[in-house]
């Protein structure tokens, strides 16, 4: 499944106590996020990225602007969350390494992945959505 009419938001340096806050007034202003992935704390501080509506992109900002400069807001529209969905992955091993792969293998830059047991997503270029569907369908005979 793909899906093309996201952005993603990336925040440097954000306090790790300002996350949940933020995320609160993004709730407060109605905008919906799927994808989600921050890195490990460092010096009180981490990197947030997120995936919204293109529509609320402008929402969304003006809120994140609140708790950070704007040279710490990487805004990217450019993105096609691609997603492997099968309840059957949650016995199989090696699968994200096969997708990594395939990707890896066509120069296809994964910008943001969330796992869970029966799905992975990335998101990826927009341009190389048709490649990814291809070559991924080519490599499970799906």
């Known amino acids: 499944a793909t899906c093309d009419n996201d952005a993603a938001i990336t925040i440097v340096d954000i306090k790790i106590e300002d996350v949940s806050k ?9 905008v919906s996020v799927d994808m989600i992935s921050q890195t490990a704390p460092k010096d009180g501080k981490v990197n947030v990225s997120f995936t919204i ?5 402008n929402e969304c900002e003006s809120v994140v602007e609140k708790f950070v400069s704007k040279e710490n807001i990487i805004v990217d529209e450019d993105i096609t969350k691609f997603s492997l969905v ?12 096969k997708v990594f792969k395939i990707f890896s293998d066509n120069n ?12 992975i997503t990335c998101a990826i270029s927009s341009a190389d959505k048709n490649v ?11």
């Open 22 to 30: 933020l995320f609160e007034q993004v709730a407060i202003n109605g």
């Open 53 to 57: 509506a293109k529509d609320d992109l």
């Open 86 to 97: 099968g309840l059957g992955m949650k016995h199989t091993s090696g699968v994200a390494a």
């Open 108 to 119: 296809i830059a994964v910008k943001l992945i969330t796992t869970s047991e029966i799905r």
């Open 132 to 142: 990814a569907i291809r070559e991924v369908a080519k490599e499970f005979n799906i």
